[in-house]
């Protein structure tokens, strides 16, 4: 006949593995990334896309996590967030050859 040992986890050790799986959890979600394509010069104020949505969360999640648009020093800022629900929208027209010039592929 076999006898059976349950193996038990030190003191804290449950809390530990659960810490570490929500840890790896937590980095996998705050990797993700969303990409969008726009047709060029899209008029201001057009729809880019859902943004929260597809984030997965709600508009009102948004404000709390400080999320915010941010372009360098001397760049112009394309995209601004819509303040009901969150979408992003056009700010101002993008025009490739003026931000990218004559380099191909522009990303």
Request: hydrophobic content about 40%.
């Amino acid at each position: 006949m076999a006898v059976r040992r349950r193996h038990r986890l030190g003191p804290g050790g449950g809390r530990a593995l659960l810490g570490a799986l929500l840890l790896c959890v937590w980095w996998r979600a705050a990797a993700e990334r969303v990409r969008y394509a726009i047709a060029e010069e899209l008029g201001r104020g057009s729809l880019v896309g859902p943004l929260a949505r597809d984030l997965g969360l709600s508009a009102d999640e948004l404000p709390a996590r400080k999320l915010r648009i941010v372009a360098g020093d001397d760049e112009k800022q394309y995209f601004t967030l819509e303040e009901n629900n969150r979408n992003l929208l056009v700010k101002d027209r993008v025009d490739r050859e003026s931000i990218c010039g004559v380099v191909s592929p522009c990303v």
